[in-house]
């Protein structure tokens, strides 16, 4: 079946450096999801993405969608305290439910 | 407010017994799931349900039982079958299709004694 691969597992970082976490997909996706939960808490849906090659920004996030819509990307520019938790990717493909990665936990050192 | 209301929010079994975990929603939604998380796992699918009366299993379904009598409600029961229950669960609603993003409640994390 479908699996969605997501690296790193882990990543620290000093307060103000960037950060990326990347998914890969074994199918072609029809729209990828992002999701991020707080340590202690539970995912909170962050974007979504359809097209193919499409870039999406929130504030000091940049979500892109690959070309051949089988991979996804988050990058964090600058990363503060508040980005601290875990980050995942979730793709669909057709008539079953959202596929969820593994998640990337972020650690942000003030 | 309109939103997810998972409980208990802690739950402890004994060996052999069954327990059920609540979770409501209020936000009109029509399609309901249910993940365990284990730590460095991710989120897995236990069951989900996209109507009332009907729900499918998920990738983790074997120890797991479910309901679907009311469109707001959909309670996930952990039997005795289920050798290593110990787990965060979330229960997640969203809009009819698969598609569709997911809200999440807050978990409830279940261990045993």
């Known amino acids: 079946g479908q699996q969605v691969m997501q690296i790193p597992q882990y990543q620290h970082v000093q307060e103000g450096e960037d950060f990326t976490t990347y998914c890969n997909s074994s199918?072609?996706?029809?729209?990828i999801q992002w999701y991020k939960q707080r340590p202690g808490g539970h995912p909170v849906f962050l974007i979504q993405?359809?097209?193919?090659?499409e870039v999406k920004k929130q504030k000091r996030l940049t979500f892109q969608f690959g070309e051949a819509k089988k991979n996804s990307s988050l990058h964090i520019t600058a990363t503060q305290t508040t980005d601290v938790g875990t980050y995942f990717c979730?793709?669909?493909?057709?008539?079953?439910?959202?596929?969820f990665g593994k998640g990337t936990r972020l650690s942000v050192i003030a | 407010d309109g939103g997810i209301t998972q409980s208990p929010k802690y739950l402890f079994r004994k060996e052999g017994q069954n327990v059920t975990l609540s979770c409501e929603q209020n936000?009109?939604?029509?399609?309901m799931y249910w993940y365990r998380q284990d730590p460095g796992q991710g989120l897995r699918l236990i069951y989900y349900?996209?109507?009332?009366?009907?729900?499918q299993k998920g990738d983790i379904a074997e120890g797991y039982s479910v309901s679907r009598e009311k469109k707001e409600s959909f309670p996930l029961t952990v039997t005795s079958a289920q050798k290593n229950p110990t787990a965060f669960y979330l229960c997640?609603?969203?809009?009819?299709?698969?598609?569709?993003?997911?809200?999440f409640g807050d978990g409830t994390r279940l261990s045993i004694l």
């Open positions: 997640a609603s969203g809009r009819q299709g698969y598609i569709q993003p997911q809200h």
């Open positions: 199918t072609t996706l029809s729209n």
């Open positions: 993405l359809v097209k193919s090659g």
């Open positions: 979730a793709g669909y493909s057709g008539n079953t439910p959202l596929v």
């Open positions: 936000l009109n939604h029509d399609a």
């Open positions: 349900s996209q109507i009332v009366n009907d729900f």
